[in-house]
């Protein structure tokens, strides 16, 4: 049975820095064990969100233990075991991504994983985290790295090191494992596809499965821009779905009505020579049967909701080409108006039922050199963040954008709930997160400061508890791109 992982002082290492992130580790660990004992439902789109904040601590975590080694000069053979066991992590959190995927979402793949996560947590901090603190502490004290390293301050614990050391070893065997059978199944995969290749290269059909081969290849990059709006697909869905389906039942109910008109001319037709008393009659009575008045009346009301049904669809579906087509990841001179539009019309779903939408765009705004996409996905950020502000619906979501002698800003305004000075000192800071656990990585603010400053910009924040949030980001024309 699995259990949550408990916290206590023994993985106090008394480094705050090292301690905090811990912290979030265990509870990302503990939020994933909820989900695989079913204490909370989560779909496929949440857990993946959990497994990406696995990865994404690892990189951030693992930078910053191995950067404070380097600054106070430990043991170069205790960073070398210290590094080893951060690549097993990540390669484990990786492997075990893929394999859920792979595996149609199974469970199993996430128990293994957290069984993985709390060894490892448990044997990584008491041990080789706890030795990197003992080294720097006797570095500072003044002691040579050499000396620091040593463990001979440890015998009274003796039992327990030689188990830690033990789980270190096995550890390291699971993941050079794993890393065999990955290895050994890329392999395989590489040896079918020759197969297949050799197989095509003597049909008769090459040209159409080097199409074939091509295709894929573009649904594998469209599959990769599409990852960076995971949870928006749903959304979308849901808004295609429906005027698809209310159109479809209009053209449902227009061809029955098309019917009725075609017998009542039919009618008339067959009656058309004398039109004797019996003929008006039965004109009438067929008239009255197919309620023509209505059908000429509501025929023009169909067709226009057809019509607008369809202008929907287009829209959405030209908006999310804008977001993520493949041929869009070329800096290029973009209307941030534009942008901001197809931006918002992406996100609409999340947006209409708590909020009223105000724009005050500058018509004139000039044309911005940057990548589409990446301002697109901060504007995202900065959008679906300020709907998820407001407490009690409606509220209101302000739209702005001006040009400036530098360039141009865009602002967000809500009338949410607003954050106070220690919110907003770390409001930029990766896996920093005012929501519940498992609701959010803490990296979406961060990215979108690392987009804007990669073009060359600043995003501004002005925010009151209880007065809303103010987000202003602000772009040069063309500004130096990175190499």
Same mark, same amino acid.
């Given at each position: 049975?699995?259990?949550?992982?408990?916290?206590?002082?023994?993985?106090?290492?008394?480094?705050?820095?090292?301690?905090?992130?811990?912290?979030?580790?265990?509870?990302?660990?503990?939020?994933?064990?909820?989900?695989?004992?079913?204490?909370?439902?989560?779909?496929?789109?949440?857990?993946?969100?959990?497994?990406?904040?696995?990865?994404?601590?690892?990189?951030?975590?693992?930078?910053?233990?191995?950067?404070?080694?380097?600054?106070?000069?430990?043991?170069?053979?205790?960073?070398?075991?210290?590094?080893?066991?951060?690549?097993?992590?990540?390669?484990?959190?990786?492997?075990?991504?893929?394999?859920?995927?792979?595996?149609?979402?199974?469970?199993?793949?996430?128990?293994?994983?957290?069984?993985?996560?709390?060894?490892?947590?448990?044997?990584?901090?008491?041990?080789?985290?706890?030795?990197?603190?003992?080294?720097?502490?006797?570095?500072?004290?003044?002691?040579?790295?050499?000396?620091?390293?040593?463990?001979?301050?440890?015998?009274?614990?003796?039992?327990?090191?030689?188990?830690?050391?033990?789980?270190?070893?096995?550890?390291?065997?699971?993941?050079?494992?794993?890393?065999?059978?990955?290895?050994?199944?890329?392999?395989? $995969?590489? &040896? *079918? @596809?020759? /197969? %297949?290749?050799?197989?095509?290269?003597?049909?008769? #059909?090459?040209?159409?499965?080097?199409?074939?081969?091509?295709?894929?290849?573009?649904?594998?990059?469209?599959?990769?821009?599409?990852?960076?709006?995971?949870?928006?697909?749903?959304?979308?869905?849901?808004?295609?779905?429906?005027?698809?389906?209310?159109?479809?039942?209009?053209?449902?109910?227009?061809?029955?009505?098309?019917?009725?008109?075609?017998?009542?001319?039919?009618?008339?037709?067959?009656?058309?020579?004398?039109?004797?008393?019996?003929?008006?009659?039965?004109?009438?009575?067929?008239?009255?049967?197919?309620?023509?008045?209505?059908?000429?009346?509501?025929?023009?009301?169909?067709?226009?909701?057809?019509?607008?049904?369809?202008?929907?669809?287009?829209?959405?579906?030209?908006?999310?080409?804008?977001?993520?087509?493949?041929?869009?990841?070329?800096?290029?001179? $973009?209307? &941030? *108006? @534009?942008? /901001? %539009?197809?931006?918002?019309?992406?996100?609409?779903? #999340?947006?209409?039922?708590?909020?009223?939408?105000?724009?005050?765009?500058?018509?004139?705004?000039?044309?911005?050199?940057?990548?589409?996409?990446?301002?697109?996905?901060?504007?995202?950020?900065?959008?679906?963040?300020?709907?998820?502000?407001?407490?009690?619906?409606?509220?209101?979501?302000?739209?702005?954008?001006?040009?400036?002698?530098?360039?141009?800003?865009?602002?967000?305004?809500?009338?949410?709930?607003?954050?106070?000075?220690?919110?907003?000192?770390?409001?930029?800071?990766?896996?920093?997160?005012?929501?519940?656990?498992?609701?959010?990585?803490?990296?979406?603010?961060?990215?979108?400061?690392?987009?804007?400053?990669?073009?060359?910009?600043?995003?501004?924040?002005?925010?009151?508890?209880?007065?809303?949030?103010?987000?202003?980001?602000?772009?040069?024309?063309?500004?130096?791109?990175? @190499?």
């Amino acid at each position: 049975m699995l259990e949550t992982f408990k916290w206590d002082q023994r993985y106090e290492t008394g480094i705050a820095v090292v301690d905090s992130q811990h912290r979030h580790l265990v509870d990302l660990l503990n939020s994933l064990v909820e989900v695989v004992t079913e204490q909370r439902h989560a779909e496929s789109g949440d857990v993946l969100a959990l497994l990406d904040g696995l990865a994404a601590y690892a990189v951030v975590h693992f930078a910053d233990e191995e950067r404070l080694m380097r600054e106070a000069g430990c043991d170069p053979r205790h960073m070398e075991i210290h590094e080893r066991q951060h690549g097993a992590f990540g390669e484990q959190v990786r492997l075990a991504r893929s394999e859920y995927l792979a595996s149609h979402q199974s469970r199993e793949i996430l128990e293994l994983l957290v069984r993985f996560v709390t060894s490892w947590l448990s044997f990584h901090i008491l041990g080789s985290d706890k030795d990197m603190a003992g080294q720097i502490a006797r570095i500072n004290q003044g002691l040579p790295a050499a000396l620091s390293a040593s463990r001979e301050h440890d015998k009274e614990e003796a039992p327990t090191r030689i188990l830690l050391e033990a789980m270190e070893h096995l550890y390291d065997l699971m993941a050079q494992r794993n890393l065999a059978l990955v290895r050994t199944r890329d392999e395989l $995969a590489a &040896l *079918n @596809a020759h /197969l %297949e290749q050799r197989v095509q290269e003597r049909t008769a #059909e090459l040209e159409r499965a080097l199409a074939e081969v091509e295709r894929t290849r573009e649904q594998l990059l469209q599959s990769e821009k599409m990852s960076a709006i995971g949870q928006l697909a749903a959304g979308v869905a849901h808004e295609i779905n429906n005027p698809v389906g209310f159109v479809s039942s209009n053209l449902g109910s227009l061809t029955q009505y098309v019917d009725r008109l075609l017998a009542l001319v039919s009618t008339y037709e067959a009656q058309a020579g004398a039109l004797p008393e019996t003929a008006r009659q039965a004109i009438a009575a067929k008239r009255r049967e197919v309620d023509y008045d209505f059908l000429r009346e509501d025929v023009n009301d169909l067709l226009r909701e057809s019509g607008e049904g369809l202008e929907r669809v287009k829209k959405i579906v030209q908006d999310m080409k804008v977001f993520s087509h493949v041929d869009h990841g070329e800096w290029q001179e $973009a209307d &941030l *108006n @534009a942008v /901001l %539009e197809s931006t918002l019309n992406v996100v609409w779903h #999340e947006v209409k039922y708590k909020a009223q939408v105000e724009r005050q765009l500058d018509p004139a705004l000039p044309r911005v050199r940057c990548l589409p996409a990446q301002i697109s996905q901060v504007l995202m950020n900065l959008l679906v963040n300020g709907v998820q502000a407001i407490e009690t619906p409606p509220g209101k979501l302000t739209l702005s954008s001006r040009a400036t002698p530098a360039g141009v800003e865009l602002t967000v305004s809500d009338s949410g709930r607003g954050m106070g000075p220690e919110v907003l000192k770390h409001l930029f800071e990766p896996f920093f997160t005012t929501k519940p656990v498992g609701k959010g990585t803490g990296l979406g603010l961060s990215l979108s400061y690392e987009i804007v400053k990669r073009h060359g910009g600043q995003i501004l924040v002005h925010s009151e508890p209880g007065q809303g949030s103010r987000f202003t980001v602000q772009l040069p024309l063309d500004p130096e791109r990175p @190499a």
